[in-house]
């Protein structure tokens, strides 16, 4: 194994060592299909103005269809999503079923269920090694009020939160 990859293994592994929430992108593509995408690199920005962020590969299998919208929605997925985030993680068509997710109000993708959904516009992408960096303006946010737990990635693996989900 080269020393390139040795470092990017341990690399990946401290990376791993960060336990994050788990969401979906959610975009219409060209032919106005919803399609979504799993991530766990979603940051808040900044309150005033309202923006958000995170990031794709830029050999994404969904990388055209995502680069080429002008919106996206990010839905933060509950626990009770694994099914769904790994559908959307693997090869595959992407597309989100029917029943599956709602309208916003300007027409962005609300998965049913999801803890909170942000529909955005895109504010800015910045070029990031092999990643792109979306910075999305926040138009309308939603938050589930029910104590339910998030779907947490830990060490390549979904995690448990330990307590009652308040």
């Known amino acids: 194994m080269s020393s390139e990859m040795l470092q990017q293994k341990a690399l990946r592994q401290a990376f791993g060592n960060f336990g994050t929430g788990v969401a979906l992108i959610g975009v219409h593509d060209a032919n106005q299909k919803a399609v979504g995408l799993t991530i766990n690199s979603f940051a808040s920005v900044s309150l005033e103005p309202a923006l958000l962020s995170w990031c794709l590969a830029k050999d994404s299998q969904l990388f055209a269809p995502i680069t080429d ?12 999503q694994t099914e769904l985030s790994n559908r959307m993680a693997m090869p595959g068509e992407h597309l989100f079923q029917a029943d599956e997710w709602t309208a916003s109000a ?6 049913n269920g999801a803890l909170a959904q942000f529909d955005c516009r895109l504010h800015q992408t910045i070029e990031a090694g092999d990643h792109v960096v979306f910075l999305g303006a926040i138009e309308e946010a939603w938050a589930c009020d029910q104590a339910r737990d998030p779907l947490v990635y830990f060490r390549g693996g979904y995690r448990q939160l330990l307590g009652d989900g308040a």
């Open 69 to 80: 919208a002008d919106r996206f929605s990010v839905n933060i997925l509950a626990a009770d």
């Open 106 to 111: 300007s027409g962005g993708i609300f998965v």
